[in-house]
């Protein structure tokens, strides 16, 4: 639920460990294809999962309510 | 046969197959793909959850993370003779998660799953694979079973990823029909094809895939393009839960021992 998907919906191959190189490279304005390719994400299948993924989790954690457990 | 290593990294596979039929590798890559045993989680006990992961989620997820397999101490639980629901010693991995984020929001990652000590083999084979993401006082705990099956039960059991096997291509360039024109070299989107000292000649032979855009480009008819006979290229990429050699070698294991049940079987059958 709104995370990256642990692999790429098409091969199979494990996406999800290099997520969050990913996404602070890109942040920090690096060309998206460049960083993929430094990454070994070679086939077209992964480069659509890992651009085109949209993480939402954080916008939903911020409406937890903060209960301590006891 | 001749076998070639063409490319070996530590999770891919790529092979040249001489004189071996199409069939015969096709079964090899198919008993890859779907009849070659791996580990991963198949059960989840979740002791509790108040992450905003839904329980199935979360239990897709773990099944999806490739894990370390040890072949050689596991066996398939329908092999197996314990008759236990989830399995003993010899038929399953424990792995424990307890996450509980205190007062800052924390991600779970596939090294928070820790091995029991009872199977320390057993282990995801990446440690940086997000799972889930914790509010401050969210709690997951759980219990999970790690099980050998196959890729025709699911998905999350096939060790390899890519897997593939196409012609290999043979070029012949007539030398006396080519005047150096080049447009064979332009059209070719593999980029097979270079001028050299005003010869088209192929460089990049393995690359081709047989499109034939260069035969047709081509005016004066002088180059000509077919698949080698009983020759093919063969690559595969595993999810890191096996060695490549090991999941060639096991397909090869299985293959034999269809064939040698296909020559049991029919010894019944009168002549």
Partial sequence: MGMVPIRCFSCGKLLADKWNLFKSRVANGEDPAKVLDDLGIKRYCCRTVMLSTVEFIDDVIKYAIYRRRE | ?271
């Fill in chain 2, 1 to 271: 046969m001749n076998l070639e290593v063409v490319e070996k990294t530590e999770d891919s596979l790529a092979l040249i197959i001489h004189s071996l039929p199409l069939g015969l590798i096709n079964a090899i890559r198919r008993i890859m793909i779907a009849e070659v045993p791996s580990m991963a989680i198949d059960d989840v006990l979740i002791v509790e959850n108040s992450s905003f992961i839904y329980d199935e989620v979360l239990a897709h997820r773990l099944g999806l993370i490739p894990l370390i397999t040890d072949l050689d101490s596991f066996v398939k639980p329908e092999d197996c003779d314990c008759g236990e629901p989830l399995g003993c010693g010899r038929c399953r991995a424990v792995l424990l998660l307890d996450v509980e984020a205190k007062d800052s929001i924390r991600v779970v990652y596939s090294s928070d799953l820790k091995p029991d000590p009872s199977n320390p083999t057993v282990r995801p084979v990446n440690p940086d694979i997000p799972i889930a993401k914790l509010a401050p006082g969210q709690r997951i705990k759980l219990e999970a079973y790690a099980r050998l099956g196959v890729g025709l039960q699911h998905a999350k059991w096939q060790p390899v990823t890519v897997c593939y096997h196409r012609y290999i291509a043979s070029i012949t360039i007539h030398r006396d029909r080519c005047d150096g024109c080049g447009r064979c070299v332009d059209v070719c989107y593999r980029k097979v094809l270079a001028l050299i000292n005003g010869i088209v000649s192929p460089v990049n032979i393995l690359e081709c895939t047989l499109c034939n855009d260069c035969v047709t480009s081509c005016p004066r008819a002088a180059i000509e393009v077919r698949p080698e006979k009983d020759s093919f290229y063969l690559k595969f990429e595993t999810t890191g839960s096996l060695p490549p050699q090991r999941i060639f070698e096991e397909a090869l294991k299985i293959l034999r021992a269809k064939a040698s049940e296909f020559v049991s079987k029919l010894g019944g059958v009168e002549r």
